[in-house]
């Protein structure tokens, strides 16, 4: 697929200031001739108040940060391209949605509790946030990695993320919700447990932004040229398959690169190695909004595959990395109101308050209403209206008339209308006929069915991890009475999940949900708890990772090939060579960086070295033949690599010569450890990577690492 130069171009609507060959100047454009020296009163004397151009360099300076994102600070982006497949026009008008449309689209991926500079690898949701530049206007699909979230009603939020933020009073932990504050909370609302089914599992801790899926989460509509709504619900599937670290793993990537997942995506985006997701909807008739056990207006409520498909519309491939960060990445605004024509929000009520609080967030964050006028904010197909001033206001907007009706502009900008009829967006046209009260509906009231759905449908390895996860996080909590609390919840998921937790705490889980948990809950229920209805499905295949590995490849994943001076070349480079054929990266790491030394002669340059890398940055580990392997077997870094890998389940390869080594390390043979006297190295190797992870291995206990 061809990079989307011309798309930036268009998107811009002008072209990227280039600043070779030019003379240094002011902002105003006033040449500078000495940009090293403040103006002084002698050149030992003090300097003076008329500098107006170290007063240009500095003020600009002084303002060159803006308030960070209250939540999804810390984000990676690109830019690309999504091709519509399937035909919807029996459902809506979204011209996008059109099959072969093309549409130019900017996606940012981003923690949510971290600041700006935290770690990629915290244990937290990805946001997944796709801006659609479409010919009718923007169209935002500002969704997760998981498809539930935490609570139901927007007027929660704010809780929800000072709960989970540092605490303030000493701003700790960063980016981590193991805290008191955060369980305090989860503990006390109990409409959070599926999620929280989804954050304790490997779904928080990603192997690379490009191996996520992407959930609207909320229901949405479609609407069509008859104004007929269809219920829909969105998934991004990505090509590379879902795919995810261990969690001691995740810890050490935040010390040896904390920008793990950003780096991962722009060397991908670099490499032409183009990152891919199928857009897939869920449609649910309007008449059958009332039909399932649960609400689907309820967001933390999944529509199981099984009740619903999900049919393939479309795709998105990112190919082209951003020229600035700040101008890109950091401006751009994402509301889930920016609408087109045929999409129209539900009447789920945490959709319903985020319409508010982007549209205000970005107001405050960028300075002002004009902030569509950024760049990365414009929409292709420009705009007209009557509105001229306001903060930050870049095009000069000519005429007079700045008001409608008005007749000396004839009338323009007029109302969107096709041969007589009104186009443009129009809300869906549903009755309503209803009290304004202040309440939860009870059909959002079952807060465990669909978190037992969850667990149930996991594999074994993966309902362990979340035992894990939860012991670890319930562990950082000192208030016993919260983790008793947390405890009751989860012993209504599920009794076995509870027991294993509560044996890491020291701790049997109560019977019944905790007094408080009860008094919180009956403020939105007053007869709560209230008996839920059957579900249709006890359990959902898609909801595992075990089960859906994408396409079992092995494509962009990286092998560490684990060298010294005298390795043999021969042996590097047919492992290299089948590697490369399956679309994989062989790195080789050395004692140094520079040139190796070839067992054969001749030399390579080497990038990486045991100083500078760790073998979490790894997914697969190959240690070739040749004299290197005697100055490995004493270098402690090399049998630290070993180690940790096969801690983390990684397939680790031995070249004849090389196999000796295994004795220096923990390492036992298994169906990821191979052997070349015993096992086809080749091959075996790369059926090893396919699987992702050879998750058996935790079974007899972990190797220290
Ligand atoms: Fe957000 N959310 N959110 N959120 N959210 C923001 O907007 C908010 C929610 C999501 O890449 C903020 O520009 C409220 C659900 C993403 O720039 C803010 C509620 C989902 C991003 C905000 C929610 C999301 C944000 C902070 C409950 C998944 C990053 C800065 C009513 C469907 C967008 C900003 C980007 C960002 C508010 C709940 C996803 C404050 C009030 C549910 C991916 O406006």
């Known amino acids: 697929m061809e990079k989307a130069k011309n798309v930036k171009t268009d998107q811009l609507g002008q072209h990227l200031t280039d600043n070779d060959q030019k003379v240094l100047t002011t902002n105003d454009g006033v040449p500078v001739y000495d940009n090293n020296n403040t103006l002084k009163a002698g050149n030992r004397g003090p300097s003076l108040q008329q500098d107006h151009i170290y007063f240009d360099k500095m003020a600009h300076f002084d303002r060159e940060r803006i308030p960070e994102r209250v939540v999804h600070a810390r984000g990676s982006a690109a830019h690309g391209l999504f091709e519509a497949t399937g035909d919807l026009s029996e459902y809506t008008t979204a011209a996008f949605l059109k099959k072969g449309t093309k549409t130019p ?19 937290d949701v990805r946001g997944f946030s796709v801006k659609f530049y479409t010919e009718e206007g ?47 909370f989860i503990s006390l609302m109990p409409e959070s447990a599926h999620m929280i089914m989804w954050v304790m599992s490997d779904r928080a801790i990603p192997r690379s932004l490009r191996m996520m899926e992407g959930f609207g989460v909320h229901t949405f509509k479609f609407v069509n040229d008859e104004g007929k709504s269809t219920f829909v619900k969105f998934h991004w599937k990505p090509r590379l398959g879902v795919h995810s670290v261990a969690w001691n793993e995740a810890q050490k990537i935040s010390g040896f690169d904390a920008d793990f997942h950003r780096r991962d995506l722009w060397e991908a985006i670099e490499n032409g190695d183009f990152p891919q997701w199928d857009l897939g909807v869920q449609l649910i008739p309007e008449e059958d909004e009332l039909k399932f056990s649960f609400d689907i207006l309820d967001p933390t409520k999944i529509i199981p595959e099984e009740l619903v498909p999900v049919k393939i519309i479309g795709t ?93 502009a ?46 149930h449908s996991q594999s074994p390895e993966e309902q362990e991890h979340i035992i894990s996860a939860l012991s670890f996080e319930l562990s ?96 590097v480079d047919r492992m290299k060579k089948a590697l490369e054929k399956e679309g994989a990266q062989a790195v080789l790491i050395a004692s140094h960086v520079g040139k190796l030394q070839f067992k054969e002669g001749g030399t390579e340059d080497v990038q990486h070295s045991y100083l500078t890398d760790s073998s979490v940055l790894y997914d697969a580990f190959y240690t070739p033949d040749g004299d290197s392997v005697k100055k490995l077997a004493d270098n402690p870094d090399y049998i630290q690599f070993i180690n940790e890998g096969f801690r983390h389940c990684k397939a680790i390869a031995f070249a004849k010569e090389a196999e000796e080594l295994i004795k220096e390390t923990l390492v036992k043979e298994d169906q990821g450890v191979i052997l070349e006297s015993t096992k086809d190295l080749i091959n075996d190797f790369i059926t090893a990577m396919k699987g992702h992870r050879v998750w058996d291995r935790e079974k007899p206990r972990k190797v220290p690492a």
């Not at 689209?105 to 244990?123: E, I, N």
């Not at 443009?424 to 009260?437: E, L, N, P, T």
Request: include cysteine; hydrophobic fraction near 35%.
């Open 105 to 123: 689209v900017f996606t940012r991926f981003s923690t949510v509790a971290g600041f700006k500079g935290s770690t990629d690898l915290a244990r």
């Open 316 to 408: 998105m491939t990112l190919n082209q990395n951003p020229e600035n960060f700040f101008a890109e990445t950091e401006q751009v605004a994402f509301d889930p109101g920016r609408l087109v024509p045929g999409i129209d929000i539900s009447d789920d009520p945490l959709l319903q308050g985020r319409i508010f609080s982007y549209m205000d967030t970005q107001n405050y964050r960028l300075g002002g209403p004009n902030f569509h006028e950024l760049p990365i904010n414009r929409p292709i197909n420009g705009k007209h209206n009557n509105q001229k001033d306001g903060f930050g206001r870049m095009d000069i907007l000519k005429g007079a008339v700045s008001y409608f009706p008005n007749s000396k």
């Open 410 to 455: 004839e009338g323009c900008p007029y109302h969107a209308m096709l041969k007589g009829k009104t186009t443009g967006f129009q809300s869906h046209r549903q009755a309503i006929d209803a009290s304004k009260v202040r309440a939860r509906s009870d059909s959002f009231a079952d807060h465990f069915t669909q978190a037992r759905l969850f667990f």
């Open 138 to 184: 923007n169209y935002d699909l500002v969704g997760n990695n998981i498809p539930v979230f935490f609570i139901q009603d927007a007027m929660n939020f704010p809780d929800l993320v000072h709960a989970v933020k540092p605490e303030p009073n000493n701003e700790m932990p960063q980016a981590a919700s193991a805290h008191n504050t955060f369980w305090d």
């Open 476 to 571: 950082k909590v000192d208030d016993v009475n919260i983790r008793r609390r947390e405890l009751a919840i989860l012993n209504q998921v599920d009794k076995d999940l509870a027991k294993k937790v509560g044996d890491n705490l020291n701790l049997t889980p109560p019977k019944e949900l905790d007094e408080l948990t009860l008094k919180f809950a009956r403020q939105n229920h007053p007869e709560y708890p209230i008996k839920p209805k059957k579900p249709e499905v006890e359990k959902s295949e898609a909801l595992s990772m075990k089960i859906t590995p994408g396409e079992g490849t092995i494509e962009t994943r990286k092998v560490a090939f684990l060298v010294d001076d005298g390795v043999s070349k021969t042996s």
